[in-house]
C-alpha cells in the first residue's frame, strides 16, 4: 500500500498509471439514438488527458426502457458499441483505461422517453419516484440480467477495460436493495438475500457473458440515509457475496435523490472543511473487503487523497471537480498545491438542462 495517489496500482487484472478515477458523471451530450456524440468524444479526449488513470462513463442504460434522460447513452445495439469504441480508442490513446457504467433507471425512469411502461421491485409510487410504475414480472427480471449482461459484452467488444454496475442512487437494482422501495412477496424481497438476488443474478450473467478475465465493478450505497433504506451492514455483506463470487472492485456512495442529510450529489463540500462524507461507510468497507474500495464525493485534495490512501482505501473517485477542471490531476501532479476550486454548489447540472450539456457554471 501506498499514500502516493501517483504511483501506479492495479484494478482486477487492469494496471492503472495512478490511483484517480473520473467517477461516472452524466455529460448531457449523448445521442438522442444513445449513441456517443463527437462532443463527448472530445470531452473523453480531455478527460483522459488530464490525468486520471480511469475513466467511468455517465451512466449507460442497459435498455430503452431504463432511460431516464434523453441524452443519456444506451448500450444495446451495434451503432451504439460502435460508438463507444470511438471514447475507447480515445481514452487508450492517452494511456488512460476506460469502464462503462451500467444502469437499468426501474421506477426512476422516464416513460415519455422511452415510451415504455415504468417498471420496479413492486408497483407502488415510492416517494422517490416521479411517477406510479407497475410491479416488474418475474420473466422481466430475467431479461433485464441479460440485458445487463449484453451491454457488459459490448463494452467489452468496444474496447473497454471493465463494467462498473450501477447498484446506488436509488436507480432500479438499488430499488431491489432498499427495503424502503422493495415490497416484494416472492424470491427477489423481503430478507436481505432475496433484495440482494437480482444484483447477483446481474452480476453473474454479467461474468458468464465476459468471462474472467474483464474487470467488473459496481457502485453501491454504503446507506441510503433514507427511512427503511439499504444501511451499512446490510451493503457490506452483499458486496463481500460478491467478492467471494469475484467482484473486481467496488465504489462507496450514499443517498438518493431525496435523502437526507446527503445525497448522491451531496452540496456545499468545501475543501479542509467536510470532504468525503461517505467516510464512515466507506472506511467500514475498506476494513472488511479483500477488494479494492474507491472512495467517492467530496474529495477536494491532494491532501485528502493521501490520508485516505493511507487509511487503506485503494482509489479516489471525482466527479464535479473534473468537471470544473478536466486538467486537475495533471496540475495536482505537475506541482500544484491548491485544492480544486469545486465547491459543489451544482450549478453545473443548469446548462444540461437547457441541451448544453454539463458544464461548470460557478458564480
Ligand atoms: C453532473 C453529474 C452527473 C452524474 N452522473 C452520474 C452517473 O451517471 N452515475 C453515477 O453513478 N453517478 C453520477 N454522478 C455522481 C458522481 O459520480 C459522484 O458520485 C458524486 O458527484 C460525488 O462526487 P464529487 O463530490 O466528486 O462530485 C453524477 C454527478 C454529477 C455532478
Not at 475513466?55 to 445495439?77: K, W
Not at 492517452?94 to 457504467?101: D, I, N, P, R
Not at 442512487?169 to 440482494?196: K, M, V, W
Amino acid at each position: 500500500m501506498t499514500d502516493n495517489p501517483f504511483a501506479s496500482t492495479t484494478l482486477g487484472r487492469l494496471t492503472l498509471k495512478n490511483h484517480f478515477i473520473r467517477s461516472a458523471t452524466w455529460d448531457g451530450m449523448g445521442l438522442s439514438d444513445g449513441s456517443f456524440s463527437p462532443a463527448q468524444i472530445e470531452l473523453y479526449r480531455d478527460l483522459s488527458r488530464g490525468g486520471a488513470g480511469l475513466l467511468t462513463t455517465g451512466y449507460i442504460a442497459v435498455t430503452e426502457q431504463g432511460r431516464r434522460n434523453r441524452e443519456q447513452n444506451l448500450l444495446c445495439e451495434n451503432r451504439h458499441t460502435q460508438s463507444l469504441r470511438k471514447v475507447a480508442e480515445m481514452v487508450k490513446r492517452e494511456e488512460a483505461a476506460l469502464v462503462a457504467q451500467l444502469v437499468h433507471c426501474g421506477g426512476y425512469a422516464k416513460t415519455e422517453i422511452s415510451n415504455l411502461p415504468l417498471i420496479a421491485p413492486d408497483g407502488k409510487r415510492e416517494p422517490i419516484f416521479e411517477d406510479s410504475p407497475r410491479a416488474v414480472t418475474e420473466a422481466e427480471i430475467h431479461n433485464i440480467t441479460t440485458q445487463f449482461a449484453e451491454a457488459a459484452a459490448r463494452a467489452r467488444e468496444a474496447g473497454c477495460d471493465g463494467v462498473q454496475i450501477h447498484a446506488a442512487h436509488g436507480y432500479l437494482i438499488s430499488q431491489f436493495l432498499s427495503p424502503c422501495t422493495n415490497h416484494r412477496r416472492d424470491e427477489y424481497g423481503g430478507s436481505r438475500e432475496n433484495r440482494a438476488r437480482f444484483l447477483l443474478e446481474v452480476y453473474e450473467k454479467i461474468r458468464s457473458y465476459v468471462g474472467t478475465d474483464f474487470t467488473v465493478t459496481m457502485k453501491i450505497n454504503g446507506s441510503d440515509y433514507f427511512p427503511d433504506g439499504l444501511e451499512c451492514a446490510d451493503s457490506l455483506k452483499i458486496t463481500q457475496q460478491l467478492a467471494k463470487l469475484g467482484l473486481d472492485g467496488v465504489e462507496v456512495s450514499g443517498g438518493n435523490p431525496i435523502s437526507k442529510p446527503l445525497t448522491p450529489i451531496p452540496r456545499a463540500i468545501k475543501a479542509g472543511e467536510n470532504e468525503v462524507p461517505f467516510q464512515n461507510e466507506m472506511l467500514a468497507f475498506t476494513e472488511s473487503l479483500p477488494i479494492p474500495v474507491a472512495a467517492v464525493a467530496g474529495i477536494r485534495s491532494l491532501e485528502t487523497a493521501a490520508e485516505l490512501l493511507k487509511q487503506k482505501v485503494a482509489l479516489i473517485s471525482l466527479s464535479r471537480p473534473l468537471i470544473s477542471e478536466p486538467d486537475l490531476i495533471k496540475q495536482w501532479q505537475s506541482g500544484r498545491e491548491e485544492p480544486s476550486r469545486c465547491d459543489s454548489c451544482n450549478r453545473c447540472f443548469i446548462p444540461a438542462f437547457k441541451g448544453k450539456g454539463i458544464k461548470c457554471n460557478k458564480k
